[in-house]
Each structure stands twice: as structure tokens, then as C-alpha cells.
């Protein structure tokens, strides 16, 4: 098992960055897939980014392809998210997700989630 929990949220305006962390307890996270997603008010969750254990391996939404980047240091049990060129539309709860067996862009394929963190993008 994992347990997930993100930081690193706020409020920023369009053009701007925010890099959101998430930490991942249990001695075996490093045999996790992680991803992100994100859900704004009034619609469905969906996929932002995914990466494999090592890291090596990513896929992004094409909304946030070339301005977002996921990472991870397996040492650290930390993932990352780097968000630049900031949008209004980029607004949402970001929430880390996680699963032993599966890598992906759906949702369904992930077992453990953290509580999510607010991003706010003001025009």
C-alpha cells in the first residue's frame, strides 16, 4: 500500500509556474506507477501525466504537452510536477495517483489517491 499526499497548490497568474509535489509513503514506492490528474468545478477528472517506475518512461494530456513535466526521485518517495505557461483553464483540484500493476491515462487504472491540491490561474 501507498499513501499519497500533495503540495504545493495556489494561486498564480496565467503565464506563470507552480511546481506541485506529491510524497508517497511505504518502502516499495519506487515499484509504483504514478500519475496525475486534475478535476475543475462542474466536470470529470482527467489525466494530466503519467511516468513509469524508473521515471524514463512519461505521457502527458496533449492541454499540457511542452508546458508541464512529471518527475520522480524514487530516494526521496517524491513526484513532481512542473507547471509552466500557466492557463485559466489549467484551474483544478491536482490530485497524485498510483498503482503496482498498471500505467495509463485512465483514471480506473489507479488505486491509490491523495486529497488533491488546489491550483488557481487568474487572468
Known amino acids: 500500500q501507498v499513501q499519497l499526499v500533495e503540495s504545493g497548490g495556489g494561486l498564480v497568474q496565467a503565464g506563470g509556474s507552480l511546481r506541485l509535489s506529491c510524497a508517497a509513503s511505504?518502502?516499495?514506492?519506487?515499484?509504483?506507477?504514478m500519475a496525475w490528474f486534475r478535476q475543475a468545478p462542474g466536470k470529470e477528472r482527467e489525466f494530466v501525466a503519467a511516468?513509469?517506475?524508473?521515471?524514463?518512461?512519461?505521457m502527458y494530456a496533449d492541454s499540457v504537452k511542452g508546458r508541464f513535466i512529471t518527475s520522480r526521485d524514487n530516494d526521496k518517495n517524491m513526484v513532481y510536477l512542473q507547471m509552466n505557461s500557466l492557463k485559466p483553464e489549467d484551474t483544478a483540484v491536482y490530485y497524485c495517483?498510483?498503482?503496482?500493476?498498471?500505467?495509463?491515462?485512465?483514471?480506473?487504472?489507479?488505486?491509490?489517491w491523495g486529497q488533491g491540491t488546489q491550483v488557481t490561474v487568474s487572468s
Open positions: 511516468l513509469s517506475w524508473s521515471g524514463t518512461d512519461t
Open positions: 495517483a498510483a498503482d503496482r500493476y498498471h500505467y495509463g491515462s485512465s483514471s480506473t487504472h489507479y488505486d491509490y
Open positions: 511505504g518502502r516499495t514506492f519506487s515499484s509504483y506507477y
